[in-house]
C-alpha cells in the first residue's frame, strides 16, 4: 500500500436531518461536511482548522467511527472504516483512536486512572494481569506521569494531566491513527506546549499518524506537516504548513491568518461586513464564503470551484475562482511609547 493513501478521504459527506415529515412536508437538512476529499501519509500530522460551525468535528467522528458518512468514503490503507466500524467495531478502535476537547469530562470520574487505562488493554488487546502491568507502566512513562497516579481518581487531577492519561488511555490500544480533537484548547499556554511536546514526541516513538484539529491557529502552525482549511464543511485550501501561513492562496485563509491577535495590530474583519457563517439550513448558491469575500464576483455565486494547484505548487491545491498568489502582509510594527 501506498503510505500516501494511509487515510484516504474521498468526497465524504454528512447531511444532519433532512427527509420529510409524517405530513409530507419536506425538512430541510444540514450539510456539515461538504464533498471533503484529503489523503493523509503514514507518520505525518495533517492539521484541520476552521472556525466554529465550519465541520472539523464531525469530520473527525467520522474517521474514529462515532459517526457514519451520508455519502463518500474514508478508508485506512484501502479498509472503508464505516463498514468496519459496523463489521467488527473492536478492530477499528485497535486501530484508530481518540483524543476529546475536555479532558477532565472524558474520563470516568468512578474510576481510577489505572481501571480507566487497563480497558483498552482488556478488551482490545486482550492482555493478562502482567503484560498490562508493563504496558501501564510504558504508558505513564511515555506520557512523564508517577506510576502512583494510576490509584487516584480524575477529579484529582490537573487539566493538563488529566490530558496526558486522555492521550495514554489512546496509547493503550497501539493505534495507528490517532485523532485529536481540539486537544489542548481548554490549556493554559504553559500547559498547551508541555502536551503538544509529548505529542510530537510519542509520534516519533511509536509511529503515529495524527489528524489534529483546532481553531488555534499558532497550534495549528507548530504541530502540522500539512494544513486543510474548512469552511461552511468544505475543504477550501491544502498544502504543506509552510506554504499555508506564508502564502495562503484563498481569501479565507487569508482573513484567518490576518484575524489572529498581534501587539500593535487591529484584528481583521471581512470587508463586506459579513462576519457570520451562512445559514446551514439554507446555504447560498455557488461558493459560501462569497458573502465575505472581497474578490468575489458573478461566477463565485454560480457554483462552488473546484480545486486547483498554485503555480508550481502542485501540493497546494485552492478552492477558489480568484485565487490569491502573493504572500502575507508583513504585520503592523508595535507603537512605541514614551516616557512622560
Do not use: W
Not at 503510505?3 to 405530513?23: H, M, N
Amino acid at each position: 500500500m501506498n503510505d500516501a493513501r494511509f487515510l484516504s478521504i474521498d468526497r465524504v459527506e454528512r447531511v444532519f436531518g433532512g427527509g420529510r415529515t409524517l405530513f409530507g412536508t419536506a425538512r430541510p437538512g444540514v450539510h456539515a461536511v461538504q464533498g471533503v476529499s484529503l489523503d493523509v501519509t503514514r507518520g505525518e500530522t495533517l492539521g484541520i482548522v476552521g472556525e466554529s460551525g465550519c465541520g472539523k468535528s464531525t469530520l473527525a467522528r467520522m474517521i474514529v467511527g462515532l459517526d457514519r458518512p451520508t455519502g463518500g468514503r474514508i478508508t485506512l490503507e484501502g479498509r472503508d472504516l464505516a463498514a468496519e466500524a459496523d463489521r467488527d467495531p473492536r478492530a477499528l478502535a485497535r486501530r484508530v483512536q481518540y483524543v476529546f476537547q475536555d479532558p477532565v469530562a472524558s474520563l470516568n470520574p468512578r474510576k481510577t486512572i489505572r481501571a480507566i487505562l487497563e480497558a483498552p488493554l482488556i478488551h482490545l488487546r486482550g492482555l493478562n494481569r502482567s503484560a498490562r502491568a508493563a504496558r501501564l507502566a510504558k504508558l505513564m512513562e511515555a506520557v512523564n506521569l508517577a506510576p502512583e497516579f494510576l490509584e487516584r481518581y480524575p477529579h484529582e487531577f490537573s487539566g493538563g494531566q488529566a490530558q496526558r492519561i486522555g492521550i495514554a488511555r489512546a496509547l493503550a490500544a497501539d493505534p495507528d491513527l490517532i485523532v485529536l480533537d481540539e486537544p489542548v484548547s481548554a490549556l493554559d499556554v504553559s500547559v498547551q506546549a508541555q502536551v503538544l511536546n509529548i505529542l510530537d514526541g510519542l509520534r516519533d516513538r511509536f509511529g503515529l499518524t495524527y489528524v489534529f484539529i483546532s481553531h488555534d491557529l499558532a497550534v495549528i502552525e507548530s504541530v502540522s506537516d500539512r494544513v486543510a482549511v474548512m469552511y461552511f464543511g468544505h475543504v477550501v485550501e491544502v498544502g504543506r504548513a509552510s506554504e499555508i501561513f506564508a502564502r495562503p492562496r484563498h481569501p479565507y485563509t487569508r482573513l484567518l491568518l490576518a484575524s489572529v491577535p498581534a501587539p500593535g495590530r487591529a484584528a481583521a474583519v471581512a470587508e463586506t461586513g459579513e462576519t457570520e457563517l451562512p445559514d446551514p439550513y439554507h446555504p447560498p448558491p455557488g461558493c459560501p464564503f462569497h458573502a465575505r469575500c472581497p474578490r468575489a464576483s458573478d461566477i463565485c455565486r454560480a457554483g462552488f470551484p473546484a480545486s486547483a494547484p498554485a503555480p508550481g505548487r502542485p501540493d497546494h491545491l485552492t478552492a477558489c475562482h480568484h485565487p490569491e498568489d502573493g504572500g502575507m502582509p508583513a504585520p503592523a510594527a508595535a507603537p512605541e511609547f514614551q516616557q512622560g
